[in-house]
């Protein structure tokens, strides 16, 4: 149905509901977790005397139908209810292309000091959509000496918000910034409205996502820039993580379902398999006495670093390397490592799962597809994607889905589910993730050219019922969770694959002109030259955040 055409100052009525208007909700009741002494998912987390709380509810304040993401706006809201005691620290802002859902933090202060929250001393007016009635007013609290202020608010009159709309932090409880995703745009004046997330972001990092957002305007003097997020001061920050009893009941309640590419040949296995069937273990300068790997790889040297003196290789017979090539889906393993994340208010399960072989790479130019060659081929795949847990509620928020050298984060609004549990797609070949099945296409639109992602409905790898094995989770504190020795073998799963990129394109995709060859060539390079067969614990985000295209 058509949308009614309305100015950009108004709340625009519409003849169709926009996806925000409704809340997101699970497809069926969520599950009690496990009790434990701990403060898992119990609605309170205590960053060191400033104790907060996640509201999920909220009351519009302004929105606007025009622009943003596909082209339907985005609305701004308070959060409502606050809990008696607390205070809001800012506004609420999303795209209206996707149900409501977020969440932002609001605080109380148990130190007894009384002054770990201040009022604004004054509001700065950013940026107003215009200045008749229904307009949205964008306002920048003023914080007092030693505060800051972490989050907007917005109204919809030239009247600045009341001083207690917003709670200002004292600086030491907050931690720096930065831009996460757009929410909105308008051309008036280059006006921009991101989310916020801390800009350091890892295991020992203490920033908080407060879950408020910043505005950008080129006609504005106000230093927008100065917006902070929450900072976990706890030196038990990570006591509201989950137990080895609650780690389990989260895995069993969203351990994601996996399609597998109907058309690809090499499918995962578990590790031990892959070692019994005849994996082999070279050293640099004795490359003709390769020594098998047993079963639970206690052979494999430790540490090191990738520093070539070690690598991983499939059976030298050809009809086992051809057979082990192809996996094992059968026995197949998630494996997870468990670890804080956001200052220890979320938890990350990063689900690892191996390959023993990552086939070709295919490109799209125009119409045609063209296999090319040996470029992206290597033994020995480690693919992840990552569910991201509140330590609030234990709600599911977002999963990470790597692709290639990078990858992406999706809402948890926006995945598929079978009953309450993810679905994720295993691309054909390369096995990349993606949230939906079809074809994704990397690389440059203007001239049609890419690298295929092909995604489909085949083999299912149910990765609950016993399938995800707990491997590593450092913050439960030693012997908690036994690592496998294969775990610390940091070189690589598989040899260094060397071939020209520029001879394979040409013996590929020789029919195509010679600009068209060298565009493909760059985009391989930037999109299939990554980290290479490193296993898990050799990763940037082993110890880091996901990496994705802003980093």
């Not at 094992?328 to 997870?336: E, I, P, R, S």
Request: aromatic share 10%; charged share 20%.
């Amino acid at each position: 149905m058509r949308r009614s055409k309305s100015c950009l100052g108004c709340v625009p009525r519409s003849t169709a509901a926009l996806p925000v208007e409704r809340s997101f909700a699970p497809p069926a009741p969520m599950q009690s977790w496990p009790s434990s002494d701990g403060g898992f998912a119990k609605g309170v987390i205590d960053l060191g005397g400033l104790e907060t709380r996640q509201v999920t509810t909220f009351t519009k304040v302004w929105s606007t139908a025009q622009g943003g993401q596909d082209g339907l706006g985005a609305t701004f809201f308070k959060p409502s209810p606050v809990p008696t005691g607390f205070r809001a620290l800012g506004h609420y802002a999303q795209p209206n292309n996707r149900p409501l859902f977020g969440h932002v933090l609001v605080a109380r202060d148990a130190s007894g000091t009384g002054a770990l929250l201040a009022p604004p001393l004054d509001y700065t007016l950013v940026w107003s959509s215009g200045q008749d009635g229904g307009a949205g007013f964008f306002w920048l609290p003023t914080p007092p000496d030693g505060y800051r202020a972490v989050g907007m608010a917005v109204t919809t009159t030239k009247d600045k918000p009341p001083l207690d709309e917003v709670a200002c932090l004292r600086a030491d409880f907050t931690d720096a910034c930065e831009d996460e995703e757009s929410v909105w745009s308008s051309d008036k004046d280059g006006f921009s409205a991101t989310a916020l997330r801390p800009a350091v972001r890892g295991i020992d990092a203490r920033g908080v996502h407060t879950g408020t957002f910043g505005v950008h305007a080129q006609s504005s003097t106000a230093p927008t820039t100065t917006l902070a997020c929450l900072k976990n001061n706890n030196g038990a920050y990570t006591s509201c993580m989950p137990d080895l009893a609650q780690l389990h009941a989260v895995l069993a309640a969203y351990s994601p379902q996996v399609y597998l590419h109907p058309n690809d040949p090499y499918l995962p296995s578990s590790v031990p398999w892959y070692f019994e069937n005849g994996a082999l273990l070279y050293q640099n300068g004795s490359q003709t006495a390769p020594t098998p790997v047993v079963a639970d790889g206690s052979n494999l040297p430790q540490g090191g670093g990738n520093d070539g003196a070690y690598w991983l290789d499939l059976p030298v017979d050809n009809r086992q390397r051809e057979r082990v090539k192809k996996g094992d889906l059968a026995g197949a393993k998630a494996y997870v490592q468990a670890k804080p994340m956001l200052g220890g208010t979320t938890t990350d399960l990063a689900l690892w799962f191996f390959y023993p072989f990552n086939g070709p790479a295919r490109a799209k130019v125009g119409p045609l597809t063209i296999p090319l060659g040996m470029i992206g081929e290597h033994v020995g795949d480690w693919e992840h994607l990552t569910l991201r847990v509140s330590n609030f509620s234990g709600d599911l928020l977002r999963v990470y889905l790597s692709q290639h050298s990078t990858g992406t984060w999706v809402e948890a609004s926006q995945l598929e589910y079978l009953g309450n549990r993810p679905v994720a797609y295993a691309s054909r070949s390369g096995h990349a993730f993606y949230p939906k099945e079809g074809l994704v296409l990397q690389g440059d639109s203007k001239l049609g050219i890419g690298i295929r992602n092909d995604c489909a409905k085949g083999s299912m790898m149910d990765t609950g019922g016993g399938r995800c094995e707990v491997v590593s989770a450092e913050y439960l504190g030693a012997g908690k969770v036994a690592e496998p020795a294969w775990l610390g073998f940091e070189r690589g799963w598989g040899p260094k694959e060397e071939y020209d990129i520029g001879r394979e394109i040409n013996r590929a995709a020789r029919i195509l002109p010679r600009a068209m060859r060298e565009r493909l060539g760059q985009l391989v390079k930037e999109l299939l030259v990554g980290e290479g067969p490193t296993g898990p614990k050799m990763k940037g985000s082993w110890r880091n955040d996901e990496r994705d295209p802003k980093t």
